[in-house]
């Protein structure tokens, strides 16, 4: 069993997050996606995306995207308590995970790319998309920070793989690569922040 991953890509620190909090090790295989090591016709040939992260069974099973790597985990494991023990929690979970994926996460990919043409080699860049992207991250985040005004954590009052997505969505994406200053501007966001940062699993 091993992952292929880029180690600075979020949706592969996504996966690293989740597993580390989980206590569990795989071997990691390091593809340097900037330079394209993700288009080889080898690696194409077992990614149904070409992207990273992607996880390769002993079998020869291949699973991509993040958090469909982190359900197998929990299921093989039978420990899933980041995707919620009883029927609420799991909902509230997956509820919380795909509101800040798609709202906050995914847009914020949206703007970086667009915006910076990081890949323009290889994917058309809209400037204009871009902008728009950051400015549906921006608005998403007064939702994060009400949302954190009244629970410990994104989906409720345990930690859960919402609050890794939002972690990578608030540190990565706004702080670093928008420039967008969330820790600033959001006092509940800032100190949900810090309470995840003094994890092992987060540094």
Request: net charge negative; charged share 25%.
């Amino acid at each position: 069993m091993k992952i292929y991953e880029f180690a600075t890509n979020p949706s592969s620190l996504r996966v690293g997050i989740f597993l580390k909090e989980m206590g569990i090790e795989v071997e990691r295989v390091q593809l340097n996606v900037r330079d394209g090591e993700n288009l080889t016709p080898e690696y194409l040939d077992k990614s149904v995306n070409g992207k990273v992260p992607m996880l390769e069974l002993d079998d020869g099973t291949n699973i991509s995207e993040s958090i469909a790597i982190c359900r197998y985990f929990a299921e093989a494991t039978n420990n899933k308590s980041l995707f919620g023990e009883t029927p609420a929690e799991a909902g509230k979970v997956e509820m919380w995970q795909r509101i800040v994926e798609l709202d906050g996460l995914y847009a914020g990919f949206q703007a970086f790319r667009n915006l910076s043409g990081v890949y323009s080699d290889r994917e058309r860049c809209v400037p204009e998309w871009g902008q728009e992207s950051k400015l549906r991250v921006q608005e998403f985040l007064p939702k994060l920070d009400k949302q954190l005004s009244r629970h410990a954590f994104v989906a409720g009052d345990k930690l859960s793989v919402a609050d890794i997505t939002a972690f990578l969505l608030v540190g990565f994406v706004c702080e670093r690569a928008l420039e967008i200053k969330a820790l600033q501007t959001y006092p509940n966001i800032n100190a949900w922040y810090e309470k995840l940062a003094q994890r092992p699993a987060f540094q």
